[in-house]
């Protein structure tokens, strides 16, 4: 599990310096951009969960492990697939950057409307 987190890790910062491009598309064998940006973005919640020691159980890895299984189950696709998919779109840095930028777009929105929705309760 190290390794999805240096993965990530090394995709964030090496596509970084890229310029944009959202003109590429993917194989048809590669998992879709609008899927994989759905993924990636719960892909960022896992490991930051993890990251943070949010986890409450011994056995941390073996969760992990179980929340990305899940994760592949409802996408309906295949720990190889998505890594295959995760290999290609690391292979076009200007159109992971993008995601990644998206990614981190959805996660800000997500955490505005649980704040937004604490506050709501708390008034009440």
């Known amino acids: 599990m190290r390794y999805w987190i240096l993965l990530i890790l090394a995709a964030t910062f ?3 310096s890229s310029p944009k491009n959202s ?3 993917a194989p048809a064998e590669i998992v879709s ?15 930051g969960v993890y990251k943070q020691r949010l986890l ?10 179980s929340h ?5 189950q409802r996408f309906e696709i295949s720990e190889d697939q998505f890594l295959t998919s995760y290999r290609w779109w690391y292979e076009h ?18 955490e505005r409307i649980s704040v937004q929705s604490e506050s709501e309760d708390r008034q009440r």
């Open 14 to 16: 090496g596509a970084c």
């Open 23 to 25: 003109e590429i598309e």
């Open 33 to 47: 951009r609008d899927t994989f940006l759905l993924m990636l973005t719960e892909v960022q919640l896992i490991e």
């Open 56 to 65: 409450r159980n011994d056995d941390e890895d073996m969760l992990l492990k």
């Open 68 to 72: 990305y299984a899940e994760l592949f």
């Open 93 to 110: 840095p200007s159109a992971m950057d993008e995601l990644l930028q998206e990614a981190a777009e959805a996660l800000t929105a997500m």
